[in-house]
């Protein structure tokens, strides 16, 4: 049917030609730019806390640990347009993963402090290959651990991770969830929070050590859920 | 096509435009600064460590829409500051040198401090043979120190901001983010030729 799908194309380019259209196109475009700006502006934003830590250490050192790490999270958000999104800490005592920063709707507060165990999830991989990834399609991805959309009842569509890697030690893992308006993660969006996340490790890694990192992730385990 | 949509969609396409072309310039240079810092993660040949330089120092340049770009290095046995990289407007300034006590470059090396001087020659601390590319009248001027393990290695200097015409505390972030690695690799390439003879 080589006439039909010629119209189907034809009607297609003129769709895309009507004033309206080329406007809604124009803002929707705009409206992603600025979010990737506002992204970058705080990843610099980010960067400046991370070179200029508070000057006196204090005694107890989860708060400010999970304060770095909450700026970390906000601005790969930001610069992914990304819906959702959480940090997860390695405890090197038990190699498990650990929700320590989450961002999004109301249930994702109840996972700050669960706990996942070695290579489980993309996240799992993501920390084991030290590879920044891409699922578009989780339900089709066996690396994909349901359990969490179970528990919450929530829908995981897609999902961006990378590692936060500083000094040669991983020092946690960034994953984002559902990007803005149900469209795609890129490989623009991968390598953008690959960078992000190797130069917030590199910073990182001077100021974390492994014990206060495990500490941390153990002080979240015995929290209340704020729900 | 109504007037009004035209003038709306070539609005829109020009700010997009120039949003994209400031998104795209930005994750440029954090792509030269992770090339710094997986330089970092290895034993790299100096000529790698030129390399990831100069394309970050170029970045650089490019990200703050400014002139000039210098990358200057500490000579301990004459207490110089040698510039070792340039890029960008003026006259190629590569391999000269300024005492590292002088100017504006020479007040971070020494404080280990950076500084944005918007009107660089009212500055009492600017001098015009340390601070500017021959050929070159510097306007304004952003500085930061290149930190290695326990001492300042050398300084970036940006020259002549074009966007706003000043520089200002994000561009100093940014930079300084640069100065942070660019020192740590300068600091692992003296320690690896520490014990090379001179001359």
């Given at each position: 049917m080589p006439g039909r799908a010629n119209a189907i194309i034809l009607a297609v380019m003129r769709r895309d030609e009507d004033p309206q259209s080329v406007l809604a196109s124009l803002e929707t475009e705009r409206q992603e730019l600025l979010g990737e700006a506002d992204g970058l502006q705080r990843f610099i934003g980010c960067m400046r806390m991370l070179m200029n830590p508070g000057a006196a250490r204090s005694e107890r050192r989860e708060p400010e640990i999970v304060g770095l790490f909450e700026q970390v999270l906000d601005s790969a958000i930001g610069a992914a347009n990304a819906r959702d999104g959480s940090i997860l800490v390695p405890d090197h005592r038990t190699q498990e993963l650990v929700f320590l920063v989450v961002r999004g709707d109301e249930p994702h507060s109840k996972l700050v402090g669960r706990r996942l165990p070695p290579g489980e999830g993309i996240v799992g991989w993501a920390a084991q290959t030290r590879r920044a990834v891409i699922v578009n399609n989780v339900t089709g991805d066996e690396r994909f651990y349901p359990g969490v959309d179970r528990d919450l009842q929530y829908r995981t569509e897609s999902v961006l991770a990378a590692p936060i890697i500083g000094?040669?030690?991983?020092?946690g893992v960034?994953?984002?969830i559902n990007k803005r308006d149900r469209r795609l993660f890129s490989v623009g969006n991968q390598t953008l929070l690959g960078v992000m996340c190797r130069l917030a490790g590199e910073l990182l890694s001077s100021m974390v050590s492994d014990v206060e990192l495990s500490e941390t992730a153990a002080l979240v385990r015995t929290q209340p859920n704020p729900t | 096509m109504n007037t009004d949509i035209a003038d709306e969609i070539a609005r829109l396409r020009s700010q997009n435009s120039?949003?994209?072309?400031e998104v795209d310039a930005?994750?440029?240079?954090?792509?030269t600064l992770q090339g710094l810092v997986e330089a970092l993660d290895h034993t790299p040949q100096d000529e790698e460590v030129m390399a990831a330089l100069a394309s970050s120092l170029q970045g650089a340049v490019s990200v703050l829409g400014a002139a000039h770009g210098a990358l200057l290095v500490l000579d301990e046995d004459s207490d110089e500051l040698v510039t070792v990289l340039g890029v960008g407007a003026g006259q190629e300034a590569a391999w000269s040198r300024s005492q590292a006590s002088v100017g504006l470059a020479g007040w971070v090396l020494q404080h280990g401090e950076a500084v944005i001087a918007n009107d660089a020659p009212a500055d009492e601390r600017f001098d015009?043979?340390?601070?500017?590319?021959p050929g070159l009248d510097t306007t304004s001027l952003l500085a930061v120190p290149m930190p290695g393990k326990d001492k300042v290695m050398g300084v970036l200097r940006i020259a002549n901001t074009g966007a706003q015409g000043i520089f200002n505390d994000n561009?100093?972030?940014l930079i300084s983010l640069m100065g942070r690695f660019a020192g740590e690799l300068l600091a692992r390439m003296a320690l690896r030729h520490a014990h090379d003879p001179v001359g």
């Open positions: 000094g040669d030690r991983l020092l960034v994953e984002l | 120039q949003l994209r072309a930005m994750k440029a240079f954090l792509d015009a043979g340390a601070d500017q590319a561009d100093q972030v």
